[in-house]
């Protein structure tokens, strides 16, 4: 399984930055894939996750009706709109992907298998 993002940079806080996640390689019709991030010197954090299949989305408090995520199945990507962005957003942001065995709530909180590289996003204040 393979995972791209793309997207990420520098924004001043209040703009908009949407990031993109291309997968490939998957051996399973259905899978969640999300976003989580880390920023220097904390845990990552989960943010969002989508399914494959019919779109169910999840989201963690602290981004409920900033970010919204949107899965093109066309494309296989996968997209993190992220609006009204703070200078706490800053951080290294990482798509990631599994199975659809377990809900979408409990892999943004323990983390799934697959993982891409990452991109950074910078809020400047």
């Known amino acids: 399984v393979q995972l791209v993002e793309s997207g990420g940079g520098l924004v001043q806080a209040g703009g908009s930055l949407r990031l993109s996640c291309t997968a490939s390689?998957?051996?399973?019709?259905?899978?969640?894939i999300g976003w989580f991030r880390q920023a220097p010197g904390k845990q990552r954090e989960g943010l969002s996750c989508?399914?494959?299949?019919?779109?169910?989305?999840y989201y963690t408090d602290s981004v409920k009706g900033r970010f919204t995520i949107s899965y093109d199945n066309a494309k296989n990507t996968v997209y993190l709109q992220m609006n009204s962005l703070k200078p706490e957003d800053t951080a290294v942001y990482y798509c990631?992907?599994?199975?659809?065995?377990?809900?979408?709530?409990?892999?943004?909180?323990?983390?799934?298998?697959?993982w891409g590289k990452g991109t950074l996003v910078t809020v400047s204040s």
């Open positions: 390689g998957f051996g399973f019709d259905a899978y969640t």
């Open positions: 989508i399914t494959s299949s019919d779109g169910i989305t």
């Open positions: 990631a992907a599994d199975s659809t065995f377990y809900t979408g709530d409990y892999l943004l909180a323990r983390g799934m298998n697959y």
